[in-house]
């Protein structure tokens, strides 16, 4: 896990880790701190102090002020990050049906995992990429495509090619983990480097080796898979403390608790 952010304007890029532009994951390194309000064109960025240290949030309270739908002003022009033990005894169950039931349409993903990499990690719906943006606040993915929330822990938002793979051998595209429907999911290219071509509205498509299974979208396009072809399993996240749920709606519960920026376990 990490890094996510970089601790000066002048740091490289191997203290930092990526973040959404234009289709693109970027490089979050100190230059990308201390420009970013021309990357966006606005004027009231300033990621930085005087002093050329990145203002990040470094303490659990900050973390959660930050990442919550309503930032506390005092975190605007933050770098949002948090750290593994900031959310110790979050639990998420994951029930995968073991054969999938094909949809007439598309079900949508909602919040919280829609499937498992292969090394149990979740992957999640898009980041809410507008909404942290509108707080002046950027949550950058490490290397490997995740991030933390107080609400699911760490989850990714990219393939980026970086965990777990099984090779299939007819050149296709590598095994990477499981949706929530019970559909495989594959990596975005084949072993020649192309992507598929034919996929449907949820980002899949159907061959005679493998049925019916998803292909990752592009690590920059915040899209994992679309939507969903089959019923959708079902996400228990246990171990939520008062303190990391806005609104403090109890322990535990599943499927409630709004997540930051619309991110989070709601399982509607
Ligand atoms: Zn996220
Ligand atoms: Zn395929």
Not at 44 to 61: A, S
Not at 88 to 109: F, K, S, W
Not at 174 to 200: E, K, Q, R, V, W
Not at 206 to 235: C, L, M, W
Request: contains cysteine; negative net charge.
């Amino acid at each position: 896990m990490g890094p996510w952010s970089p601790e000066t304007i002048t740091d490289g890029k191997d203290k930092g880790g990526k973040w959404f532009h234009g289709g693109k994951l970027h490089d979050v390194d100190g230059p990308f701190v201390k420009n970013i309000g021309q990357l966006y064109n606005d004027e009231k960025w300033k990621l930085y102090n005087e002093d050329g240290t990145v203002r990040v949030t470094k303490t659990r309270e900050a973390f959660m002020a930050a990442a919550r739908p309503d930032v506390d002003p005092a975190y605007t022009n933050h770098v949002v990050e948090g750290q593994a033990e900031w959310v110790e005894g979050l639990y998420l169950t994951v029930a995968i049906p073991v054969t999938p039931v094909r949809q007439d349409t598309p079900v949508n993903l909602s919040h919280g995992a829609m499937g498992l990499a292969l090394n149990g990690v979740a992957f999640d719906p898009p980041a809410p990429i507008e909404a942290i943006l509108g707080a002046y606040t950027i949550a950058p993915l490490d290397d490997h495509g995740g991030h933390l929330n107080p609400f699911e822990g760490y989850h990714y938002h990219a393939a980026t090619g970086s965990t777990k793979e099984v090779a299939q051998s007819d050149g296709h595209a590598p095994l990477i983990g499981l949706a929530l429907d019970g559909y495989p999911i594959f990596a975005h290219l084949d072993t020649d480097g192309n992507p598929s071509t034919d996929l449907d509205e949820c980002g899949g498509h159907s061959d005679e080796v493998r049925g019916y299974h998803y292909h990752a979208g592009s690590p920059g396009s915040n899209q994992i898979i679309k939507a969903f072809r089959g019923a959708r399993g079902v996400t228990t996240y246990e171990g939520l403390s008062e303190a990391s749920q806005p609104g403090g709606k109890g322990k535990g519960q599943k499927g409630k608790g709004k997540g930051p920026k619309g991110e989070g376990p709601q399982d509607e």
